[in-house]
């Protein structure tokens, strides 16, 4: 079957630090990969995705890149905000009426 | 912001007792889902949608049904609700079938069930 695994939250980090969120993947078929965010009392929203092996996703200065040789899509951001305090979800997509397969989710704080 | 909306917000309902949720969208998407989120689970599939009368189900479906009588609303009832189905419910819509199309998610109901 189809599973996300991401790295254990939460993680917490001082404005301005190097972001990195692990997620790993199987899949039945060749994948569609996301990161969806979500902040406190909301649903989520799509973040960045990638469609095929070596993409690279992009929104907001967050960065993922698909690695089929590794079944990753690891999320990163150069330099966190307090603002991107929020939940992280990775997700696939094989197709087949779009159902999606999420991750656990990993929690991000950034203090001032 | 799409146009996607969720009722109620939060229900606190008793054990054995029915519950209807309910997701309206504007966007006229085709492609309507429940989701419900726990900790330590992430989000799972409850039931689908892939237009007017058509459903299937997901991969925690027990306990719960839907019914989709127009494109525009997609509702989850739980028919003798247990506390095991204390949760966070989300529906999310997609204009496509095709596996790089991402969701638009409504924001939640939070259901309690004592």
């Known amino acids: 079957g189809n599973s996300v695994t991401q790295m254990e939250g939460p993680v917490t980090l001082s404005e301005e630090a190097f972001l990195t969120i692990n997620c790993t993947y199987t899949?039945?078929?060749?994948?569609?990969l996301f990161w969806y965010v979500q902040y406190p009392g909301e649903g989520l929203q799509l973040l960045l995705k990638?469609?095929?092996?070596?993409d690279k996703g992009s929104n907001k200065g967050f960065e993922a890149t698909y690695r089929k040789e590794t079944t990753s899509f690891h999320l990163e951001k150069g330099s966190v905000q307090v603002s991107d305090s929020a939940v992280y979800f990775c997700a696939l997509s094989v197709g087949g009426y779009q159902k999606v397969t999420f991750g656990t989710g990993t929690k991000l704080q950034v203090i001032p | 912001d799409a146009g996607i909306t969720q009722s109620p917000r939060h229900k606190v309902t008793e054990t054995g007792t029915p519950v209807t949720l309910r997701c309206h969208q504007t966007?006229?998407?085709?492609?309507m889902y429940w989701y419900r989120q726990d900790p330590g689970h992430g989000l799972r599939l409850i039931h689908y949608s892939y237009g007017v009368k058509d459903t299937d189900k997901g991969e925690v479906s027990d306990g719960y049904s839907v019914s989709r009588s127009k494109t525009e609303d997609f509702l989850l009832t739980l028919e003798s609700a247990t506390s095991s189905q204390t949760s966070v419910y989300f529906c999310?819509?997609?204009?496509?079938?095709?596996?790089?199309?991402?969701?638009?998610f409504g924001s939640g109901t939070r259901l309690t069930v004592v």
């Open positions: 990638a469609t095929k092996a070596d």
């Open positions: 999310a819509i997609s204009e496509s079938s095709q596996r790089d199309y991402g969701y638009t």
């Open positions: 966007e006229n998407h085709r492609y």
């Open positions: 899949a039945t078929g060749y994948p569609s």
